[in-house]
């Protein structure tokens, strides 16, 4: 699920009686009215296409995609911007490829990958634009917020300010492992690290801190001072961790008094 304001959007399934095959079902609940809305559904009966999403939400506007199911030419999708406001659905580039598949939005620009370039849509004038270029190892996972845009690319860190043009290159941290899933709110990067860490890049110090453990997680997000992954959420700011049922205080953080999170 993605959330955004009073609006969840998730996934789902309902049975289809022609096709007596499940369809994908992509649903909006509003946390003011408690109600429920369908929003896309897609029967793969027929072309071998079926939904998948809902990838990222800012505002009035979501990303889905379209992908390829097995028989019609497995590993590819097209990838979807849908307004809230009108219905509207609009195509923002296809064929990409699905093991390599990311995108994420932010207020008028959407970020992707096609496992070789990493590429931001302008939802206003429609244009992409390429913005990762000479990487021999190819381009993922994207986040952008304001005018910064990262990505990974053989386990490093790469960091785009798209007002300058300027880009910073973070190498992964000693210890033989990568930096992987980087996401971005404000001034923090967070992203998964050297196992079982992961750590934590401030824009404005240019420090990078090593975060808390947090297991095997793959997935990473931040926003203020809340870190999370699959398995944990820490508090940037006091080092709680919290995660499995229990609250736990990491090494160089003292004695914390603790409590559950609702």
Not at 87 to 114: C, R, T, W
Not at 146 to 167: F, M, P, R
Not at 194 to 223: A, E
């Amino acid at each position: 699920p993605v959330i955004y304001g009073d609006t969840i959007l998730f996934a789902g399934t309902e049975y289809n009686t022609t096709s007596n095959l499940d369809d994908g079902v992509i649903y909006k609940y509003n946390k003011v009215t408690k109600e429920t809305t369908k929003l896309l559904q897609k029967d793969s009966y027929y072309d071998g296409k079926n939904l998948r999403g809902p990838h990222d939400i800012y505002n009035n506007k979501f990303l889905y995609s379209i992908v390829l199911s097995a028989g019609y030419g497995l590993g590819y999708e097209d990838l979807y911007v849908y307004d809230l406001n009108d219905g509207s659905q609009n195509i923002i580039m296809a064929h990409l490829p699905s093991s390599s598949f990311f995108a994420k939005i932010y207020e008028n620009k959407v970020v992707f990958s096609d496992g070789t370039h990493i590429y931001m849509y302008d939802l206003d004038t429609k244009v992409n634009k390429l913005i990762s270029t000479n990487l021999a190892n190819g381009a993922y996972n994207p986040d952008i917020y304001g005018d910064i845009i990262i990505w990974e690319s053989s386990g490093d860190l790469y960091i785009k300010n798209l007002t300058s043009e300027a880009v910073i290159t973070l190498q992964q941290p000693a210890g033989g492992n990568y930096i992987l899933n980087p996401s971005i709110y404000k001034n923090r990067i967070a992203m998964k690290g050297v196992f079982p860490y992961n750590y934590v890049y401030d824009l404005n110090t240019g420090v990078l801190n090593k975060s808390y453990k947090t297991g095997s997680s793959k997935n990473f997000q931040i926003y203020n001072d809340w870190f999370l992954s699959d398995f944990f959420v820490v508090n940037l700011t006091t080092g709680i961790r919290y995660g499995a049922g229990k609250v736990y205080a990491p090494a160089g953080f003292g004695v914390l008094n603790a409590s559950f999170m609702d």
